[in-house]
């Protein structure tokens, strides 16, 4: 059984940081690709970032240079380090891994940046 568990979403001023991380179990997590989305209310789920089995990532345009994803593969964790949070990043941010072309889902973890 597949299991994403995402922690560390909270309240946070703009300019702040916060760092979140997947946990991940049932999948063989070194083989994995592993992002996060996020969908803010009222609009769909967009990609943020990506990490592959080799540690190359990618990032959507609104958050780089301020987003870094990294992984653990001794932990089957994946962590999203998150400085100068905007107002706009407010979102439930979601953990994805895909394997094989499976994709996989957290429950997601709210993200607040107020003004």
């Known amino acids: 059984q597949v299991q994403l568990v995402e922690s560390g979403g909270s309240f946070v001023q703009a300019g702040g940081s916060l760092r979140l991380s997947c946990a991940a179990s049932?999948?063989?997590?070194?083989?994995?690709?592993m992002g996060w989305y996020r969908q803010a209310p009222g609009k769909q789920r967009e990609f943020v970032a990506s990490?592959?089995?080799?540690?190359?990532?990618n990032y959507a345009d609104a958050v780089k240079g301020r987003f870094t994803i990294s992984r653990d593969d001794a932990k089957n964790t994946v962590y999203l380090q998150m400085n100068s949070l905007k107002p706009e990043d407010t979102a439930v941010y979601y953990c994805?891994?895909?394997?094989?072309?499976?994709?996989?889902w957290g429950q997601g973890t709210q993200v607040t940046v107020s003004s």
């Open positions: 990490i592959n089995r080799f540690s190359i990532t």
């Open positions: 049932g999948i063989a997590f070194t083989y994995a690709a």
């Open positions: 994805n891994a895909n394997i094989a072309g499976q994709p996989y």
